[in-house]
């Protein structure tokens, strides 16, 4: 592999069979032996191409993560490959779909996105709604917090003229299986061609290279560290599959929000950070409660265990945080199912102590959603008001039986 | 149903069409009309038997949860039915497959469960397997925590003589749709049949009465908050299949720990209470780490993003934790898959600041273990030793593609 002579240049990098490199401090290096030596492979094998002006206009918002960075062969760097011509030169197919206008809001590890960069990117794309120009917008996000951006996004963006879509990668470009290509050429076909004006993930279906799967934003979530079809729609059906070879939509789910006129936009980009996630288990410490709310954070979300419970010794401190005017809302840890805490003696008093229980919602999507909803208002009735209310289909009334994944050898 | 004449004299409880209780004031009733008039029908419909004396002995140890209860329809107070006779009038089938023999440990909702539980429970099984007359054990144990306990026991209690199996039930046995009767016979009959030396859990496979599933205790997790097949492997495969009225045991999965001799009994039952479980998330608060590490938590488990990361902002906070001696651990929140923090920069810096990844064990897993390595020592060396040891199989080596499940319509 190219060295990186920048920030590592006493280090030998190499490619290994599992696809992922390894470095090796040269002055450890006693004898190099040639086992194969092949020619030198140019590295641009595509020629450069034009977008043909009758193309639609997509504009892709670079966020960061794998999917828009690449090892720069004749540098050694890994940088951003988010030019429009970067990006064509990947993806020679793209010319035949649209064209591309590129902005790079940030390029971060998406482990360090933040309620503020929710926040940016949600303006970024309010903005270019109101372009008559642009008929779709991808925004390129690491894979590891996508789900949070997207609900936040949900949130924040209602009444959408076309779908805004996130997409990612799980493997890098340099690497034979990258996701990138196939996730990211789906994505365009998805702003475009797509019924829905909702917030929309869109990667990998399956382990190979057929189709992509687009997952309502507020009901998706990364189920697996590797795999490329590591998202999954929980307690909802994802709303399409992508077929890139054939430019195709296949609608799976009816119960979409449609495309809507753009002056019905709806903004509201904000969102409050001293918001915590917090998961019970067997002797759940109360004190963390109890800290949070002393240092001054304005919402919890807990995520209990079966039905939407945690312990009893919690409760007290639960009732006081209540009392001291911080949003106490409660999903569950098995993901799949529904919140109902009228069914044993811990709910109801949880519900008792104030608690707000929010059916189906995922963990991560109640997060999101408190966080932007005590940014509006900080009156506990209103709080209550709206996590209730079902914006963006975050809350699914109707679970039939088959929504829940087969495991196999079951 | 019959009233509670303790609790609630006043309350008319009604049984509704979907299977839940409601209660009603009566003193709000204006008027009752009778629709419809049946006969009382008697309590016992089984005439009281004996068990077989030749049959073998199981003994049951209650700790609470929904299949340790039922309505007495005489007095009208819900209590533990958990003598011999009780189970027996409730599932008569058990009468040809075992002796059953009942402590009540205690009998608490399962979201109250503490360490304390877990190692009062571990005694118990341990000073059972001492006895010649036994020849398995079931727990009755409330679903919302029972993954944790499993695991929990399964640390403490190695080198088992026949399967210790954990068994619940998602609906009561006042209710048609009750699981508790297919759960418990499957229980009895996998402790006694099943050739793994292991503690498990058995829980319905399918959401209809077929068959239960055998999970590892490492390995389960409840991943649905009401349906009755809840309980699924997660990064491996059932132990096995259990189809109640054939009285068979399937083996599904060939890599389990075979049944031992009752004198190689390793028995560890200590459970160090000061561990969390923390959730990483977009914006999380480093102070929440500091917090922990200043109320003298001696163990922090990362429930991290993707492949084992939370946010760069966090990881001065993870160095000081670890400086001041406090053991932190990473896993993955997206359950499936495995944590590998070689691949990118984020997760480099945190095993450089001297977090311990956790391969592919559950974040709940990882939790119970690190509390029970943290009862042996604090020496963090010993720790990571102890940690990184795969010792009942709650690290899956070998991951196949079919190990993730089908999502419907996908």
Redesign the interface.
């Given at each position: 592999m190219p060295k990186h002579a920048l920030s590592a240049p006493e280090m030998i990098v190499l490619k290994l069979d599992n696809g992922?490199n390894v470095g090796i401090d040269s002055s450890k290096i006693a004898r190099i032996e040639v086992v194969e030596c092949r020619p030198f492979r140019e590295y641009s094998l595509v020629p450069t191409v034009q977008f043909d002006p009758s193309l639609p206009l997509v504009k892709v918002v670079g966020t960061g993560g794998t999917i828009a960075s690449r090892v720069e062969y004749e540098t050694g760097a890994v940088k951003p490959a988010m030019t429009p011509q970067d990006l064509l030169e990947l993806m020679p197919e793209l010319g035949r779909i649209a064209r591309l206008e590129v902005e790079v809001l940030f390029n971060i590890?998406?482990?360090?996105?933040?309620?503020?960069?929710?926040e940016q990117i949600a303006l970024c794309v309010a903005r270019t709604i109101e372009r008559s120009d642009v008929s779709g917008i991808v925004i390129a996000h690491g894979?590891?917090?996508m789900s949070?951006?997207a609900a936040a996004l949900a949130f924040a963006l209602q009444n959408l003229p076309y779908p805004i879509v996130l997409v990612g990668a799980q493997r890098s470009s340099d690497r034979p299986s990258t996701d990138a290509a196939l996730n990211f050429i789906s994505a365009v076909i998805t702003t475009l061609r797509a019924p829905f004006g909702e917030v929309v993930v869109c990667m990998h279906?399956?382990?190979s290279d057929t189709y992509s799967?687009v997952h309502r934003g507020v009901k998706v979530?990364?189920?697996?560290?590797?795999?490329r079809?590591?998202f999954?729609?929980i307690n909802d059906?994802?709303l399409a599959?992508v077929w890139p070879l054939e430019g195709r939509v296949e609608v799976?789910?009816r119960r979409f929000i449609p495309r809507k006129d753009k002056d019905s936009l709806r903004v509201i980009a904000r969102f409050e950070?001293?918001v915590?996630?917090?998961?019970?288990?067997?002797?759940f410490?109360p004190?963390?409660i109890d800290?949070?709310v002393d240092?001054g954070f304005k919402g919890i979300v807990i995520?209990?265990?079966?039905?939407?419970?945690?312990?009893?010794?919690s409760i007290p401190s639960i009732k006081r945080a209540v009392e001291l005017g911080v949003a106490v809302v409660m999903t569950?840890?098995?993901?799949?199912?529904?919140?109902?805490m009228?069914?044993?003696?811990?709910g109801r008093r949880l519900l008792e102590a104030g608690v707000i229980p929010c059916s189906d919602m995922l963990p991560?999507t109640a997060?999101v959603k408190l966080s932007w909803v005590l940014a509006q208002t900080q009156d506990l009735n209103e709080v209550r008001k709206l996590m209730l209310t079902n914006f963006v289909n975050e809350i699914n009334p109707i679970h039939t039986?088959?929504?829940?994944?087969?495991?196999?050898?079951?």
């Open positions: 992922y590890l998406s482990e360090n996105m933040t309620p503020h960069h929710w894979t590891d917090t949070y951006t279906g399956t382990p799967l979530r990364k189920m697996h560290s590797s795999r079809d590591a999954q729609s059906y994802p599959r799976l789910n950070p001293r915590a996630l917090v998961k019970a288990y067997p002797g410490q004190e963390i800290m949070l240092r995520e209990g265990t079966g039905l939407g419970h945690i312990n009893e010794q569950t840890q098995t993901l799949f199912g529904r919140v109902n009228n069914v044993y003696l811990t991560e997060f039986p088959d929504l829940y994944p087969r495991w196999p050898g079951t």
